[in-house]
């Protein structure tokens, strides 16, 4: 995601440079041309810059803004691309006075991590959540949803503890029940493997999230671990209305209930 | 599924005729080049035909078969492309003696019904499941084979309780699931309507076959009853374990969980 970020802002602005743990992740993004310069030096992120974007887990975003945030200078915008915000708004109000902190959050992404992965074009048309704190000056607010529009991305302003309910149904509920089909369907490949043959584009839809990388969800829901289970709770609620209506073969009903949910996604595609 | 059945095998037999309940479905059919001729006289099914497949929603096939089948003359082909199969096959058991019952079902598909949507190419590549019965004769066996690679799919033959339990677990339950989130959606967004707006790609593909036709749906999940509420609770099973690991925030255990199902999900892929 950070690798797509630079590549989308380069040339929107004076210089991008890309910090990060690894020397070859830096020499891959400066041959793919993706950052005017870069370094591995972590601390560098509090010198001189006027934006500086967190694109790690949510729990090393939490780490580094405690680690580094003593350093950052006044005026300079603190921003991150963490899938769950709560953490990371409460790290960023630690930061000094006068640094300006918005969370981040862009709805769109790939299965697949690493700068070999990168494509500036995944902002293109995306929603970009953001998450300003009381204490973010208009100025800096203003220069982040220039910087989401410069890209191709809509601003979604949205506050933290919002964000991370939200998503928690749209996006973290959805990984798991991928994940949970496809044990379902290791569970029935144990006593009869042609289950596998006979999976269709449908199943391959359904478990797509599932190949997502593994560090980075569990990250993700364990940051975001009361949401993610009252939105299960739901979920399974509905099911088991499903799952009666059809052990009691009530047609109507049940032709009802598919009905109302199918109208509304036809409604949203 | 019908219509892109007689395209796929117009020009591999001597003749194709559609028969359906409206005159314009012929006429459609008849436009768009995918039957040689057509009536909807459906009781002419029963006379003179080498091979009759049936495309109607399960309980119609049954139905039509208790209807037709004593008219069937010997050696004549009786298939189905009925999507659960126990059903079908029990009724195929009460055909005339010497008339050859195979049951089948094409693992593949659109979520759009209909004359209109029918596509020949949907078959290749594809995999195609027969159910031939104790009686049914090496001849036909080997009919029905051909017909299937003659319009590009691979058959799989099964018994039909083993295909109904197969489906349960990677189309029907998958379904449900798709629904059931849906209406998560539409839980969450009664207090919050902007969860539409934040709902991306994974949302999207998550919930694609809640829009599948609910006539149809229905049919297969009441046809298919038990199988599927196993399937469910066998997926319930296995979410609560995925819930349980993060309620306790054992993130190794988590980890590990979702390692085996990524590596699963990532070799099918």
Request: glycine share 8%.
């Given at each position: 995601?950070g690798?797509?970020l630079a590549?989308?802002l380069r040339?929107q602005c004076d210089a991008v440079v890309g910090v990060a ?14 950052i005017d310069g870069g370094t591995?030096e972590l601390r560098s992120v509090t010198q001189g810059f006027d934006v500086v974007i967190f694109a ?8 580094m803004l405690?680690?580094f945030g003593?350093a950052f200078q006044p005026g300079c915008l603190v921003m991150d ?14 930061l000094p006075?006068g640094v300006q902190p918005i ?37 800096a607010?203003?220069l982040s949803?220039?910087l ?122």
């Amino acid at each position: 995601m950070g690798g797509s970020l630079a590549g989308a802002l380069r040339g929107q602005c004076d210089a991008v440079v890309g910090v990060a743990r690894r020397a070859e992740t830096i020499d891959t993004a400066l041959e793919r041309g993706l950052i005017d310069g870069g370094t591995t030096e972590l601390r560098s992120v509090t010198q001189g810059f006027d934006v500086v974007i967190f694109a790690v887990p949510v729990r090393a975003i939490v780490r580094m803004l405690h680690e580094f945030g003593p350093a950052f200078q006044p005026g300079c915008l603190v921003m991150d691309l963490g899938s769950t915000k709560t953490h990371i708004v409460a790290a960023m109000e630690t930061l000094p006075r006068g640094v300006q902190p918005i969370g981040g959050h862009p709805m769109c992404g790939k299965e697949t991590a690493g700068i070999e992965s990168a494509d500036p074009s995944i902002y293109s048309g995306c929603a970009f959540v953001l998450t300003p704190l009381l204490r973010t000056s208009d100025e800096a607010r203003t220069l982040s949803l220039e910087l989401v529009q410069s890209i191709g991305g809509y601003p979604l302003v949205l506050a933290p503890d919002r964000h991370d309910r939200l998503v928690a149904t749209v996006s973290h509920l959805p990984y798991l029940i991928a994940c949970a089909l496809v044990a379902t369907g290791q569970d029935a490949a144990a006593s009869d493997p042609a289950v596998w043959e006979i999976a269709a584009s449908g199943f391959s839809d359904m478990t797509r999230l599932s190949a997502s990388d593994v560090t980075m969800m569990s990250d993700i829901l364990l940051t975001n671990r009361d949401e993610v289970l009252r939105a299960f709770n739901v979920f399974e609620g509905q099911f088991r209305n499903l799952a009666q209506l059809l052990t009691s073969s009530d047609e109507t009903g049940l032709q009802a209930a598919l009905s109302s949910v199918r109208d509304c996604r036809v409604e949203l595609s």
